[in-house]
């Protein structure tokens, strides 16, 4: 049930585009995308709804596939801010979330 | 005002001894949830709250695991005889508890347990 992500650790130099992948093996009724910095809490980037747009977050926006269950996170001219860990959370019609494994993410000047 | 506070920031704890984490969510916050997150892993989800009744306990990773809110407030995750796998950093949220879809999840900072 728990959400895959790919690819596990990305490294970028600063100005380079990413892209993070969450995928299910159930239907999905939203994803949530969270970064975690390091030593610090997680923090909400965005959520993405069943049959809904793609939404947008500065220079971070993110998609749902419904047929393939799958959402991706589409990171561009990447800044060193952007380095951390980013999770996929899962909402399958229940009052929880379960997280992808994560997505380790570094930037370099 | 303020976010979803922690306490202790930081334990440390003999093998066999009881704990008790303190996660006070951000008021009007409904929904309480914690996570376990061992060191480079994800979030583990453990337990959730709405009001002071928990539907859904099915994280808990033993019989020695507990948790309890009060007030539609505070909530405490007790971890009794602990182990050496319990160590890890337990992570709080609270949400406005609507949904679906559910709503943002706002983070505390986490308590950091180490069983020796």
């Known amino acids: 049930q728990q959400p895959v992500q790919s690819p596990q650790a990305v490294i970028l130099r600063e100005g380079e585009d990413a892209v993070i992948n969450c995928s299910s093996s159930?239907?999905?009724?939203?994803v949530h995308w969270y970064r975690q910095k390091h030593g610090e809490a997680p923090v909400f980037l965005m959520i993405l709804l069943k049959g809904g747009e793609q939404k947008g977050h500065e220079k971070i926006s993110a998609s749902f596939n419904e047929k393939k269950q799958q959402s991706s996170l589409y990171l561009t001219a990447s800044q060193l801010s952007y380095s951390g860990t980013y999770f996929c959370g899962t909402e399958y019609n229940t009052d929880k979330l379960i997280f992808g494994t994560g997505t380790r993410l570094q930037v370099f000047p | 005002g303020a976010g979803v506070s922690q306490s202790p920031s930081n334990k440390v704890t003999e093998k066999g001894k009881d704990v008790e984490l303190r996660c006070d969510p951000i008021s009007g916050h409904t929904a309480l949830y914690w996570y376990r997150q061992r060191l480079g892993q994800g979030l583990e989800f453990l337990i959730y709250?709405?009001?002071?009744?928990?539907?859904?306990k099915s994280g808990l990773p033993s019989d020695r695991f507990s948790a309890e809110r009060t007030g539609e407030s505070v909530s405490t995750l007790t971890i009794q005889r602990t182990q050496q796998e319990d160590s890890a950093v337990y992570l709080c949220?609270?949400?406005?508890?609507?949904?679906?879809?559910?709503?943002?999840?706002?983070f505390g900072p986490g308590t950091r347990l180490t069983v020796l």
């Open positions: 949220a609270s949400s406005l508890g609507r949904g679906p879809p559910l709503d943002t999840q706002y």
């Open positions: 709250f709405q009001g002071n009744s928990a539907p859904d």
């Open positions: 159930k239907a999905l009724y939203s």
